[in-house]
C-alpha cells in the first residue's frame, strides 16, 4: 500500500501546501516542484533505505578501538539524502537551500522514516543547525551551520549525562574559559569542557568528516562552583576535530572521546553513545579539555536549545507516526492474504449461540470482526497523527510567512501542540504497533516479519526528547497556562469553527456535538486541576490530562479531514473517503470516550498515587 495518496489528500486537499507559493518566499515553487520533491524522496526512500532496514538492525553499531563501522547501507543511504538536498531544503537560497515550506519538507521525510527511521542523524543535523543559525554569532553560522546543511558535517545535541537525563538542572559538565583572550577567538569565546555526556545519538560514526556536538554546559562561578539549577547552564559549539575560522580541519583532534555504545531494543541502526569530553585522551594544544565556543549569552543554554529540542520533539511525533504507519501497512496486507478460521453464522431457529460453518473454507483474515477493528484501530492513530504533524508543520509556515498576528497566533499554537506532537504518536502509534503483531498472529512476534521490529525501533519514542511525564507537565503546568491561557483559546477556537462547519453536515453532526462536550471538559479539567494553585496538586495527574487534552485534538483534526472528505466527494462513493470516514467514526466511537475516565482524575486533583506511602508499594 502506497502511503502517497494520504499525503497528497493531507498536503493539498486538506491543508493546501500549494497555496503557499503566493508568498513571497515560495515564489519559485509550485505544485509540480512539491510533487517533483516527494517523487526524489520516495524514490531514495524506496531504494536507499527501504531494502536495508533490517540489515541496520541487525548489524548494529560497533567500536574496532579507532572508529564506529556502520554497514555500508548507511554510508549509501546518507549519501543519497545529502545528494537530494534535504538536508538544507527550507533553508534559503544564500546557503544552499530550496527555500521549500517546512510542511513541503516535513512530508516529503516521512518517506525516509517510514523506509527506515534509524538509518542516518538527519534531524538531529538539520536541527542543530537551524538553532546556529537562530543564536550564532556570523561566523558560527558560516564555518558550522552551512557545512552541517551542506552534508559534509553532521550534528548532535548533548544534554542528558549519566546522573542527569531530563533532570537537567542537574547537569554537572563544566566550562572554563580558555586561558588569557578567550573571549576574543573568531569563532566565539572559547572554554574548555570536562564532563560525561550520555544516550547522545550519532555522537560518533564516520558517515561525515566531523561531528558538531551542542553541548550543555555549567560555567562555574567566581569561587569554582556550578551554579545550581538551570540559570547557570551554557551553550557551547565542540566539534569533533578542530577546524579554522574557514571551515577547514585542522588536523588536530578535539579532547572528545566516545566511551563506549549503548545497545538498545531498537532504533539500532544509529549510534548512541557516552562521550568523555575533556579527560585528556586528545589534548588540544597539549593540554586537556574539549575546547568549545560559546552560543549567545552565557548563562541563557536551555533557552538556545529549547529552539532545537522542539523542532526535534515535531521530529520525534513524525517518526513514530511513520512507524505506526509502517506496521500499518504491512499488517494491512498481512489480512489480506492470510487465511485463517470461518466465519460465524446465523443459526437455524433464532437460538442465540454461536455457529460457525467448519466445513466451508477458510476466510482471509481481514473478514473477521476483531481484526478489522484493529486494523481500523492502526489507521485512526496512524492518519491521524500524521494529520497532527503536517498540522505544526504548517503552523511553522506560517509562523515564518504569514501576517503579523497570524504568525504569532501561529507561535503560540505550536507552543500548545508541540507536547502532543511529540507525546500523542509516540503512545498511540506504539500501540498501533502492537495491534500490528497481534493481526500477525504468532507470525508477528518472529523476526521473519517486519512488525517486532517497527515496535521496538518505537518504543524508544515515548522516552526520547522528553518522557511522556515531561511533556504532560509542560502541558498542564505551563503550556495552557501561558500569556494568560490565549493558546488554549486560539486552539479551541479553531476547534470551534470546525465544530460549526461539520455540524451541518448530517453524517458528521454526532461528531461534531462530541467534540464540543470533550472540549468543554477539557477547559473544566484545566480550571479544576489549578483551582487550589497547588502545583504538586495540580500536575499530580499531568499524564491522563495529556492523554485527554490529545484525544480531543485528534478527534477535532479528524472531525475535520472527515468534513473535507466529504466536501470533495458527497456521495462517499470513493473507498479513500469511505476509509477517512470510518476512521473518524472509529475515532468518536472507540477513542473520544476514553476521554471520561481520564479527566475525572484530573478534576478531583486524586492524590491516589502520591497518597501511597513508599514502602506499600
Sequence with gaps: MSLRPTLDFLLYDWLHAETLAARERFAD???????????????????????????????????????????QATHDAHKAFVESGMMSAAQDYDIGGMQLPYTVQAAANSFFAMASVSIGSNMLTSGNANLLMVHGTDAQKEVFAK?????????????????????????????????????????????RLTGNKMWISSGDHELTENIVHIVLAKIPDENGKLVPGTRGISLFIVPKRMVDTQGELTGERNDVALAGLNHKLGWRGTTNTLLNFGEGKYPVGGKAGAVGYLVGAPGKGLHCMFHMMNEARIGVGTAATMLGMAGYYASLDYAKSRPQGRLVKKPEGGEAKVVKDSAGPQVRIIEHADVRRMLLAQKAYCEGALALELYCARLVDEQKTGSEQAADDARLLLEVLTP?????????????????????????????????????????????????????????????????????????????????????????????????????????????????????????????????????????????????????????????????????????????PKNGAWLNVVESRDPTCTALPEEAF
Design 147 to 191: 557545512n552541517e546543511f551542506s552534508g559534509r558535517w553532521a550534528g548532535t545535541m548533548c544534554l542528558s549525562e549519566p546522573q542527569a537525563g531530563s533532570s537537567l538542572s542537574d547537569v554537572a559538565t563544566r566550562a572554563v574559559p580558555d586561558g588569557d583572550g578567550f573571549q576574543d577567538d573568531p569563532l566565539g569565546p572559547r572554554y
Design 420 to 592: 502532543i506532537a511529540k507525546s500523542w504518536p509516540s503512545e498511540w502509534c506504539l500501540e498501533a504497533n502492537s495491534l500490528a503483531i497481534q493481526v500477525h498472529g504468532g507470525y508477528g512476534y518472529t523476526r521473519d516479519f517486519p512488525v517486532e521490529q517497527y515496535w521496538r525501533d518505537n518504543r524508544l519514542n515515548m522516552i526520547h526528547e522528553g518522557t511522556h511525564g515531561i511533556q504532560a507537565a509542560d502541558l498542564l503546568g505551563r503550556k495552557v497556562l501561558m500569556e494568560k491561557g490565549r493558546g488554549l483559546q486560539l486552539l479551541a477556537g479553531r476547534m470551534t469553527e470546525t465544530i460549526g462547519r461539520a455540524a451541518k453536515a448530517p453524517a458528521l453532526a454526532a461528531h461534531a456535538k462530541a467534540l464540543g462536550e470533550a472540549l468543554q471538559r477539557v477547559g473544566s479539567a484545566t480550571e479544576a486541576a489549578w483551582s487550589t494553585g497547588d502545583p504538586a496538586e495540580a500536575l499530580v495527574n499531568a499524564v491522563p490530562y495529556m492523554q485527554a487534552f490529545g484525544h480531543t485534538v485528534l478527534a477535532w483534526l479528524w472531525l475535520d479531514v472527515a468534513q473535507r472528505a466529504l466536501e470533495l466527494d458527497p456521495a462517499q462513493a470513493a473507498p479513500a473517503t469511505a476509509g477517512k470516514m470510518a476512521a473518524a467514526r472509529y475515532f468518536f466511537h472507540y477513542e473520544l
Design 29 to 71: 515553487h509550485s505544485r509540480e516542484t512539491f510533487d517533483a520533491v516527494l517523487d526524489t524522496c520516495e524514490r531514495i526512500a524506496r531504494e536507499k533505505y527501504a531494502p536495508f532496514n533490517r540489515t541496520v538492525d541487525t548489524q548494529e553499531p560497533h567500536f574496532d578501538g579507532e572508529k564506529v563501522i556502520l554497514p
